[in-house]
């Protein structure tokens, strides 16, 4: 997928959700993955033309694993002239060794936000864009339904009334397949996730079973997306409602 192609999707969610304003100072958060590396992109190449000007800030939160390698991020973000910000922790010591967690997502998830706030409010940025793609919608709506028992996934905004920051997800109307195939173009340098728990985990149970359901009924995750933006849920009616 080119640049341009992100680009235009990326803007289509920007306008569609109202999610930058003159002067905002944008933190992307960078885990090294594919779906952050991509957004940052984007962002990048949106604000050199983007009626509303601001600025953008990479920050990733370093867990404190051993094997966590940040020098092609750096050197990613210092030829776009991006400020790079590694936030030092021992969120891994914590997680794996003194609590030695049965459910390490949740308990990291947490610190790592609380970690990522922090080093957010110190740079002076007012919003948090995250990679969240259609995919992740998705798979966050039927984990909900299979174990909460409820409809409810992430919005395209979020105001945290704690921290007073604001939430934006500009990838949500990126499939995943898009955003890997963008990585692959321009051999974006992706980073492993060095956690034990990575691919041990419920969402990856969901994302599996959705696959298996999209090979046998084609398009259907589009449906599901297109059903989440009309559905009266919290955030999502916005864009609906207004057209």
Known sequence: MTLQKVLSRVRQAVEDYHMIEEG????????????SLTLLLALNELRKFYPQKFSIYAVTVDLGFQNLDLNEIRALC???????????????????EDRRENNPCSLCAKMRKGALNDAIKDLGCNKIAYAHHEDDVVETMMLSLFYEGRLHTFSPVTHLDKTGLTVIRPLIY???????????????PVVKSPCPADG???????KELLQQIHRENPG?????????QRGNMEGWSDYFGSH
């Open 24 to 35: 905002d100072r944008i933190a992307v958060g960078i885990s090294g993955g594919k779906d």
């Open 78 to 96: 210092a030829s776009h002239e991006i400020p790079y910000t590694v936030v030092e922790t021992s969120i891994a010591k914590i997680v794996f």
């Open 200 to 206: 041990h985990t419920k969402r990856e149970y969901i």
């Open 220 to 228: 259907v995750r589009d449906r599901i997306f297109t059903a989440i």
């Open 174 to 188: 990126m499939r995943e397949a898009e955003v890997i195939g963008f990585v692959n173009k321009y051999q974006v």
